[in-house]
């Protein structure tokens, strides 16, 4: 089946600095990858949808600025939280799409997520 | 309203229960539904999807697609102690787009 890997699992940063989260689609092309992000004994909230080759299309109130995505390659998406303070400590979690599933599937394949703690 | 509600619980069974977990929803638009499950600090795996009004099994889990009610549930039968994990509900309007999760309710199932 399809495997998404996403590394680092777990990173520890200084207030300030940039941390830079990468979702790999190990054996499936996606063109499309998106990035949620998840509190503690909350729901998986959208944070932008990872368009190959194009600008990343964020949701409403997530600063782009912030949380810049770069999808360089079918297989590649990456999330970098720039000047990160301790309110952007979270899990991160990105998912994609297998593109060779049958027509009317939407089935997303996720990552085992990244915890961000900035300190 | 939020667009997808789901009691968050906790829920606690002993092992053997039949579990029922539900989710409503407010947008008529949503063709596709599903259920994942996620283990504490681990990414979601899927383990049923559903497309339109139906039901749908698999082994111990069985899927419900009520449109009409807006509703949708997962039957676990023969609950195990390694089904203990959070179950989110999930759902889109088209195939290839992103997915509205529902906060997830988190079961623990007592040996």
């Known amino acids: 089946g399809a495997v998404v890997s996403q590394h680092p699992s777990r990173v520890i940063c200084k207030s300030g600095t940039s941390v830079k989260i990468e979702c790999r689609s190990l054996?499936?092309?996606?063109?499309?990858m998106f990035w949620y992000r998840q509190f503690p004994k909350k729901s998986l909230m959208l944070m932008a949808t990872?368009?190959?080759?194009?600008?990343?299309?964020?949701e409403q109130g997530v600063e782009k600025d912030k949380f810049l995505i770069n999808h360089a390659s079918l297989t590649l998406s990456t999330l970098t939280v720039t000047s990160a303070h301790p309110e952007d400590s979270s899990f991160y979690i990105c998912?994609?799409?297998?593109?060779?599933?049958?027509?009317?599937?939407?089935?997303?394949?996720f990552g085992a997520g990244s915890r961000l703690t900035v300190l | 309203q939020k667009e997808v509600e789901q009691d968050p619980g906790p829920l606690s069974v002993p092992e053997g229960a039949i579990v029922s977990l539900n989710c409503t929803y407010s947008?008529?638009?949503?063709?596709?539904f599903m259920w994942y499950r996620q283990y504490s600090r681990k990414g979601p795996e899927l383990l049923m999807y559903?497309?339109?009004?139906g039901n749908k099994e698999d082994g111990r889990f069985t899927a419900q697609v009520d449109k009409s009610s807006k509703y949708i549930s997962l039957f676990i039968r023969d609950s195990q102690p390694s089904d203990s994990a959070t179950y989110l509900c999930?759902?889109?309007?088209?195939?290839?787009?992103?997915?509205?999760f529902g906060k997830g309710t988190t079961l623990s199932v007592s040996s």
């Open positions: 998912s994609a799409r297998d593109q060779g599933t049958s027509s009317g599937a939407n089935v997303l394949t």
């Open positions: 054996d499936f092309q996606a063109t499309t």
């Open positions: 990872s368009n190959e080759g194009s600008k990343a299309t964020y």
């Open positions: 947008n008529s638009a949503f063709q596709y």
């Open positions: 559903t497309y339109s009004s």
């Open positions: 999930a759902m889109s309007t088209q195939a290839g787009t992103a997915l509205i």
